[in-house]
C-alpha cells in the first residue's frame, strides 16, 4: 500500500527539489501538492494522508488559472496545525522551512523557538523540522530519515 503524503509548499523551486526527491528515492510514495494554506487545509480535511509536509510561511490562497494570491501568513504552517488540532485531525507533520526567523525585530522568533513550541502544543503529531537550502542537499538527508520510517 502506498503511502499518501500531502505537500503544502508554495514556493516552486523548493516544491519541485522535494517532488524530485520523494519520487526519485520513494516511488512507492504517493505526493499530492497544494500551495496555499486555504487549498492546503481543506484537502487535508477532506482526504486521509499518512505523512504532511509543512511550508511555515504560506499565502492564504491562490489561484492557477490567474497566478493571484491572497494575502501572506507567516505563520501559516502553525495556523494549519492549530486547525488540525481543533479538528482532531492527526497527520505526522514535517516543517519544511527555508528561514531560520521569522517575524521582525522584537517580535522575530526563531527555527528553533518554534520547534520548541511546536513539540510542545502538538506533540501528538508533529515530528521535527527540516531547514531546506536550496544551494545544499544537507536537507535531503533529513527528509530520507523521516520517509524511511514509513
Given amino acids: 500500500m502506498k503511502t499518501n503524503i500531502l505537500l503544502i509548499e508554495d514556493d516552486h523551486k523548493k516544491m519541485d527539489d522535494i517532488k524530485s526527491f520523494v519520487e526519485s528515492k520513494f516511488p512507492d510514495m504517493q505526493l499530492t501538492i497544494k500551495q496555499s494554506y486555504q487549498s492546503g487545509l481543506r484537502t487535508i480535511i477532506q482526504d486521509k494522508f499518512d505523512?504532511?509536509?509543512?511550508?511555515?510561511?504560506?499565502?492564504?490562497?491562490?489561484?492557477?488559472?490567474?497566478?493571484?494570491?491572497?494575502?501572506?501568513?507567516?505563520?501559516?504552517?502553525?495556523?494549519i496545525m492549530k486547525e488540525m488540532q481543533r479538528r482532531k485531525i492527526i497527520v505526522k507533520t514535517i516543517l519544511i522551512t527555508m528561514f531560520d526567523d521569522f517575524g521582525e525585530g522584537d517580535s522575530s522568533i526563531t527555527l528553533p523557538q518554534i520547534d520548541e513550541y511546536l513539540r510542545s502544543d502538538f506533540s501528538n503529531f508533529y515530528l521535527g523540522y527540516i531547514f531546506y537550502n536550496s544551494r545544499s542537499t544537507d536537507w535531503t538527508e533529513k527528509l530520507r530519515t523521516y520517509l524511511a520510517a514509513y
Fill in 51 to 79: 505523512l504532511l509536509l509543512l511550508d511555515m510561511s504560506l499565502p492564504t490562497w491562490k489561484s492557477i488559472e490567474l497566478e493571484d494570491m491572497g494575502s501572506f501568513e507567516k505563520f501559516g504552517g502553525v495556523n
